[in-house]
């Protein structure tokens, strides 16, 4: 599927004082195997770099704004999409690889509460009754799925240690929850938050995991929305999440001290391209 993904950024001084030589660092998309970027346009134009974790943003310089401004840059993005199952295809890691990969993406961060007591408790059946990484992962998935009642939107990410508890959360609680389990045994796994595409012009907001295993190497599972190893054409991946547990699709950075943060939003549209269009 070919996809016309527009985003733009309204950043509004609501404050007193004027905020001066401003710096928009964007997030547009990260790099995955089933979604291929053939045009970027940012008006006005900006630098595209590839940050941590193959994840691209655009650095977007941010005119002065006097009190009751605002600023409201565009991206256009063109990319085509497609269904894609990782477990088909073996990618084998070597040892030194494993080991590093192990060494960064089990650590113990905000939301991926594994030492919480609950969450051990579980791990641990669950790797009783399992042989290897993978086995592991699915009857974690299915308990992900079982244990919690998927809710809209929250207000707030609670993480994976109330969500446990609490057995109910959006899509960001089912995905913190299935990380923490991982991490719990030492089977690397990050999160990536995007869009989930229904046909409509505003996607929905969405996010999901990756896990690492031995012999296919990153592998997507979405238990908010029941895939395993699997990603069909309607995702649109924005950030990858793994080395932090929490990264802003927009951070804005500026010289001075502003009497009030500025309001910074974001609208995104995505439309389908048929043969000619763009």
Request: charged share 30%; glycine share 6%; aromatic share 8%.
């Amino acid at each position: 599927m070919r996809l016309k993904i527009e985003m733009q950024a309204d950043v509004h001084n609501r404050g007193s004082s004027k905020l001066k030589r401003g710096v928009m660092v964007w997030h547009l998309f990260t790099d995955i195997e089933n979604q291929f970027v053939e045009m970027i346009d940012v008006f006005p134009p900006a630098r595209v770099t590839e940050k941590a974790e193959k994840n691209m943003v655009a650095v977007v310089k941010v005119p002065d704004l006097n009190p009751g401004e605002s600023f409201s840059p565009t991206v256009v993005l063109r990319i085509d999409t497609i269904t894609r199952d990782w477990l088909m295809e073996t990618q084998p890691a070597t040892v030194e690889h494993i080991a590093r990969t192990r060494g960064v993406y089990c650590s113990l961060q905000k939301y991926w509460e594994y030492d919480d007591p609950l969450i051990q408790e579980i791990s641990q059946k669950a790797a009783e009754k399992t042989r290897n990484d993978e086995s592991y992962a699915r009857l974690v998935f299915k308990i992900v799925r079982d244990r919690m009642k998927l809710k809209t939107h929250l207000d707030e990410r609670i993480g994976a240690s109330r969500a446990v508890r609490e057995k109910e959360g959006d899509c960001d609680e089912h995905a913190d929850l299935f990380i923490a389990l991982l991490r719990a045994v030492r089977i690397p796994a990050r999160r990536i938050v995007g869009h989930y595409y229904r046909g409509g012009p505003e996607p929905e907001p969405h996010a999901w995991c990756e896990m690492f295993l031995e012999r296919n190497g990153w592998v997507p599972v979405d238990p908010a929305l029941g895939n395993f190893g699997k990603l069909s054409e309607h995702y649109f991946s924005r950030i990858r999440e793994g080395l932090v547990s929490e990264r802003p699709t927009i951070h804005l950075k500026w010289s001075g001290t502003a009497s009030e943060t500025p309001v910074v939003e974001e609208e995104v549209r995505m439309t389908v391209l048929k043969n000619g269009q763009s």
